[in-house]
Every structure is written in C-alpha cells, then in structure tokens.
C-alpha cells in the first residue's frame, strides 16, 4: 500500500471502534475511531477521510444521517454501514443513499476489509 | 431470562401426570427427536460464541447478551424435552441448569460468578472456571500441575472473594471514597478548564463527552494511593478468612507451620493480560508459615496492588463505576533451592532461532529475576534431544538464600561454586524440554520462573507470556517466503479453530493410542472424538476426516485454542504418521515441513484481544458454557451432579435420551400395538419389524419384507451385513454336555433384561433398534443413521451365552477386539459388552453397520469354539481379514 488511506469508524460500542481501529491498522490503514456522530462529522471539517464506517442506529444523529450528510458535502467518501439487526428495510434506505456496503453484526473482519479494498480500488 | 426461570418454578410446582405409564414408542421417538433438536441448536450456538473469541469479527454487548439468551433457551428447552422424554428422571438438570444460569448472569452484570466463593482453594481444587476467583498466575500454576502434571510448589490460593471480604470487613471503599473526595477538593482549581469544556459539550448535546470529562480522575497522585495502601496495611483479617487461612497452612505444612516456609505471591485479575503488571506487586519469600507472619505478608501483597508504580494503571485498578480490581494471593512451600533461575522458551529477539533460553544462579531467583548478578547462560535446541549450543559461565559472586528466621538475604557464592556452572547438562536439559511443553500448551512462547531443590527436583514456579520485539510489519511480507513449502492439503474441510500449529503427525488408529501421543503433535484421526481432550493440552494442531465445526470436539478445540480443521475427508490418507508438516488454519492450508514464517507470523501479528472488555467478558462466560467434564459415559461421574458447565449438560442429556430409547421393556407395548413384518431374507433370522415411519416401503402381500423393501438406512446396512456372503453359518457347532448344562443356569442379568421372545426390529428411515436372542445371547443395537453427523450414535450390546463363563467371556472379548478395530469404546464386563461410538457420518456409519451385521451372524455360535485365549486373537484377525470360517 503506497498511500496511507485513512478510515473513519463511528459507533456508540466502543469495542466495534477498537476492534476495527486493531485490526485494520495491522493492514496499513490509518483509523480513527468516534463513538458518537457529531463529533466525526466536526472532524472532517479539518481532515480528509477515504471510507467511513458508521453504526445504523446510534443515539443523536444516526447512521442515516451521516450517511445523507456526508454523500451531501463530501460525495467522494465512501460510506459503509454496519447494523445490529439485519434490517432489511434500514438495508434498502442507505442503499438508496448511495450506501457502498452494508454488513449486520457481528461482521466477518474479512468481510469488512474485503469491501474496503473493493471501493478504495474503485476509487482509483 | 425471567420467563426461563418461571417455566422451571412451573415444573417443581406441577405434578407429574402419569408418571409411572410407559409413553407410547412413537411419542418417545419423537420426544427423542426433539432433544436431538434443542441439543443442535445450543451446541450451534455454543460453536458460534466460541468462535467470535478468535477475533475475526467484530461484535458487541447486544451480541453477547442475545446469543446468551438463546443459548440459554435452547439448553432449557433440552433439559425440558429429556424430562418428559424420560417422565422427568432429571429434574435436578433444572437445578444445574439454573446455578450455571445465575453465574452467567453474573457475569454479564459485571460481577463475579459466585456471590461467596470459598475464601481458601488448594491448587489440586482449581479448574478453569475458578481463574476469575484465584487470579491468572495461581490459575496457571494450577493449569500446569493439573493439565501438564509439571512439578509445581504445594500451595493454595487467597481468593478474590477473600479479597473483597477484607475490603468490605475494613470499610475500605468507603474509606477510598473519602480520600477521592478529599483529592478532589485539593484539585478543584485546576479542574475548571475541564469544567468550562464539558459545559461547551453539553450544550453542544454531546451529554456524554461532557459527563466522561467532568468524571476525570487525574488528581489521583502518588499520595493519594500511598494513603490507600495504609488502609490494607491496617485492615484486620476477617475472622473466618483468618481461620481458613489458618487451616489451610496446617494442612500445607503437614501439620508443622513451625519450620514451613511460604512464599507469598501476587495473582492478580488482570496481571497475565498484555498489560501485565510486570514487577509491579509485592511477593514476599520465605515466612514461617504461621498465621500472624502470612496474614502480614498477605496484606502486603494487597496493599502493593496500589504500589506507586500503579498509578499509571489507575483505570484499571480502580475504574469509574465499576468495582475495584480483586488481588488473588498464593501462599506456596518454599522450595530449598539449590539453583534457581528464568528461562525463555523461545529467543524474543529472533524467534527463528529455535532455542530455550536458560540463566541461572545459585540459590534462590531473586538476583536472576532482578538481573544483580552476573548468571550462567546456557541455549538449548528447542528438540529433541535438547542439544546444548552454548554454555556461558557467569562471575555469580552473589546468590539470595533463605534465612533460618524467615525473610531472604545475599551472601556471598564461595570461589569455587562460582565459575563453575550451577546445572547439569541433564537438569539443562530437562529445563528445556519443559519451556517446550509448556509453550505448546499456552500456545506462545512463555517467560517462565525455575527452582531446582537440593534433591535435584525441577519445580516451575510461574509462566507468563514472553514479550516479542518483532521489526513492524515484518511478519506481513511472509506470503512470498511460502512458496518455498509444497503444500499437501488445500481448502479441505472445514475450519473449526482458527490459528497456525506445527509438529509431527500422529496418525490415530485406536482411541486408546491416545496415551502415546508425543506432546506437539499434530493429532489427524479419521473421526473427532470428545475423548481428544486428553491429548488437548499437548496438541499442536488437529485434523480430522469428519466431523463438524459445532461438535464437542471442536468445542474443546476452541476452549484449548488449538487450531483445528475438520471434515477434510482426505487427512488420514495423504498426512502420514511422523511426518513434519504446518497446518495454517487461518488459510485452510496444511504445509510439508515446518514453516516458521508462519509460526512466527502468528506469535507477533497477534491482535492484543483480551484487552477488550468484551472479548474478556466473553471469555469469563464461555468458562461456564464450553469446557466438557463429562467425557465418557461409562464413568461414575457421568451424572447430574457432576455437570459444570452448558456443555455438560447437552453431553450428559444426549447420552440419556439414547439410553431411553434403548430401554427394552418399551418394544413390548410396542409388539401389542402393532403390526409386526417378517423379516423375508434367505437366511433364518427370525426378524420381526415395526415400522414406526418411513422404515418399510411394503410391495406384496402379506406380513413381510424383502431386503429391497426396507427403507430403514441403518437397518437395511446390518441385514446387508448379515447376509454377507460366508458369515451365516447354519451347521451346528458341537457343544459339550457342561456348556449346554450351563446354559440352562441363565445369568440373572440377563433375565432381567426380560427378553420379547422374539427378535424384533423397530424401525423408522433413519433409526432402528433391533433385539435379538440367537440361542442363549442376547445381542441389542440401537442406532441412528442420517445426513447430519451429529445426530448419528450407534449403541451396542451383547451378553450371555450357551457355554460356560470362561468361553462366554472370551467371546465377548472377540467382539470387544473387533470393536475396537470399529472405533467405537467398548466397556467389557465378564460376558456383558456394551459399545458406542457417534458423530461419524452416513457412509461411514452404514459401513460400520454392515460389519456389526456380519459380526450378529459370525459369532452366533463361536462361544462353543473358543477353547483358549489365542484362538480369540485368531479369530479376530480372520473376521478383519474378511474370512469368516468357523471351526
């Protein structure tokens, strides 16, 4: 990898940040970890993010939200969705929103990185 | 979790209905059914959590609480449908179940498992479920002299419960409150920054963030835990601790706590994680074993949990809402060492040089553990036969030695101890061969702590993980350095424990061979078996040609972490016995030869998972849930009362639920209520079937059925079996008169098996339990054959016969052999043979039944022939080698 892409990772379970932010930075991959919206979305303002990886339902503003925001300012990030429940209809309303992926919890790591790789390569 | 528990208040409140009327055989079937169901899905489950602690998801609290709460249904749901499958013979389950519930729950709720746990437990008395209780490094001591037999101290542990007895007896909360309090007013100027932050985050509605600011503790300096430490250094043993302790130090010093010495050790909560605390407690050597001198030391060690150096953990110890840290203690004998030392059972600067590393000192380890003296250095190869590659003599001027009073003291090493080396070649080598057991069996290279005692005898006194200076990212540009190493297997089955193991095959033939397996050994079997977890400890790796990823096996496999790949279909075939090989069960690849990129790949690139509240949580719940204590059913411990955790429970119920079908006196009422089919083959076997649905597919007329006609997967297999070509022998085999007069004398077992009269076979597509008598034997089979694996047993029984004990038992003896050759555990008892095996799949499980039928029709009559010993062994071989001639 020669660029350095970074991620952002916003959830309200500590653990989904620390685990991504653990196992992402073993591939090369800068992360940063938010577990609440507002201030992920203030952090962009001042730095350039590659993929974010935001939680479905979250307390304040929600995945959604962030997802319609940011296709909003910065259309260029890739969005990527992660939900406790395999909702289907939660699924269907961020893929109108121009959603790049969608997994329910617990996601498969590999998974996850495999669809990063995907739209970081589509990027290019 | 409260609807559970009303369902169970249900049971014991509500009366049995009929509980002495036997339930007709076709709702016992489908009861049985249904308890193979609830068993499947909890086990499904089980293999589910299990495998998110090999951290290749990402998941969180509601995960946990969920699959909890379905695991706990779906075991409920078995104990439920094995009591009115068997009219509630076990109710106690309900008990076990809801004790394992409670603790779980517990759990999950941030506190420990048992709301009063013993203050005192000996190490002989610690299992795996206890670590939470007596702390990682009294738990992993007592691992290695139970799991490994190593030679380890005598000793007991202090509990956490003790802990937070003497916290509450002493008010000390309490009294840390106040301090914190006091800390907070001396700190409040400063504290108006955070002030002004966290109502510019509240306003900004981020109520957390400014709640999370406000909590801060940062004031609490160095001071403030000098004063906590006063308050352990005051506190009084609570009285019954005192006495337990007491007793307990009787006991240790058999009886003479006068000239005992004890060494006094910290074990705390989350000393052996990543972030070990690594020199931060106190251990005190060497006091007379009194309970004035422990009970000082003891509070010593607790008080060190707030030593200065702690302060940078401070979340730790003593996070924000939660209780504080729990320091376990163990109070060990002394060793009288002569040499003592630390030994690394890899090299952390270069794990490619496959070398322990020893030093070592006279006396006691202190001056090696605080590197003050000048030690011998000794490397040793990591195998067989552990070749020294270097001896390098220390200076020693210094040794720390016990002294007669109590308490340790440096003196001087005489001149001429101290140039020469205080090991043997021997005692090097044993060392080594030791770090090498104990890093195949925590799976990573250890950091471990020696005493060799005036008699010779090695003692291990700790192991802890070694630290790894590893260049970043080197590991990652492995993938080019592989294919140097053919591959022998690729994408073969399916994988059932994550991770990199490495070692010799050890090819398994018989279950028994298990004694014999070299410790680091890649274990391949044809078929997964629970009675692995004898070899679970010392295994590298596991491979097997069947198998699921969800059944017992695996699920030990998982508790042990060893990487293992079921259901390969190919292992046995092409891994041969002795061979080096590297299976990488993250990739499902299995490598000719040790490839040690991989294994050192595996040792740096480890993500530090257990500092995860979650994975930490996961695992404390998981101790209650996956470790299997029930193994073999023929035991005496197979019973209710000896049921630890969830996977005991589905075990013991699995082994019940068959044990009901298999009840003879059932097959009466099911003669009365049925119509019986002639078995119609070309050979006599005077069968009679009951079709209790799908077994027959009847074409012609009439009460019978041709072979063709029968559906029954595993009973067509026996009748194929029996009418093998050769195996049904009807001239009569000549009996003497006292073989024939003993005949009459029936065993009174065997009357009480009150036999049908007639052999009868009750059957349903993927069942069959077939009666016989054959003359004066008594042969029963009861199996079930399908699709999926774990849902298959076969259950065997044989007793009795028409000749004399001696013949009969050397019959018995015949079988039990052939058996055996089968794979299946066989328990023999005079003339009585009872034999099972399960979880093997449909092919292999017809085979086996095609041979158990030519065994039914083989042996009917061979009691009368086996004169002496060796003729059993001759008939044995002929009926594996396919020739089935008699006389």
Known sequence: MNKQYKIMVIDDEKIVGDMAKMTLEQDGYVVETFLNAAPALERLKEEKFDVIVTDYKMKGIDGMEVLRTVKKLYPEIVVIMITAFANLDAAIEALRSDVHDFFPKPVKIKELKASIQRALSKQK | MKTLLEKFRNLFTRKAAGADAKLPFKVVFSRFRQVLESNNRALEIMADMGDKLGGNYIFDINYIKKSYAELADSVFQSIYNLNSLSQNKYLYLHRIFEKINDRINRILEGKPPLEQAEPVLFYRDISWEMSDEVGGKNAGLAELANYLKLNVPEGFAITASAFRDFVEYNRIEEKISALKQKYRK??????KEDIMSAITFAEGGEHDTAREILSEEDYLDESFFAEVRDL??????????ESSIEKALEILSGGDTESCRIAVRSSAEKEDLEFSFAGQFETALNVPAGIKNIGKAYKEVLASLYSPGAVAYRDLIMPRDKPMMAMSVGCVKMVDAAASGVMFSSDPNNLNNEVVIISANWGLGKTVVDGSVDADHFTVRKEEPYEILEKKTGGKELKTVAVEEGGVREVGVPESERNRPCLSDEQIRELARQAVLIEHYMKKPQDIEWSIDKKGEIFILQSRPLRISSPAGAARNIISSLRKYPVLMENRGKIARRGIGAGRVFLLRRLEDLKNFPPGSVLVAKHDSSHFIKVMPKASAIITDTGTPTSHMSNIAREFQVPTIVNTGIGTSILKHGREITVDAEDNRIYDGIVKELLNYKITDEIPL???EEFRLLQKMLR????????????????????????????????????????????????RNNIAVKLDVPIPTGIFMIDIGGGLNLKGEGNKASLEEITSIPFRAIVGGMMHPGVWHSEAVSMKINDFMSSMLKMPDVSAMSYLGENVAVVSREYVNLSLRFGYHFNMIDCYCSDNIRDNHVYFRFVGGATDITKRSRRAELIGSILKEFNMRTNLKGDLIIARTDNITRPEMEELLDHLGRLIAYTRQLDALLNDDSVVHRYVRNFLDGNYRIG
């Open chain 2, 186 to 191: 001396a700190a409040k100027r400063s504290h």
């Open chain 2, 232 to 241: 352990f250094w005051k506190g009084k043993l609570p009285p019954h601790l």
């Open chain 2, 610 to 612: 257990m500092e995860l």
């Open chain 2, 624 to 671: 209650y849930i996956t470790p299997l204590n029930l193994i073999d059913p023929l035991l005496e411990n197979f019973t209710p009362e000896n049921c630890r955790t969830f996977h005991d429970i589905l075990r013991f119920i699995h082994e019940k639920a068959i044990a009901e079908l298999v009840d003879i006196d059932r097959y009466k009422e099911v003669l």
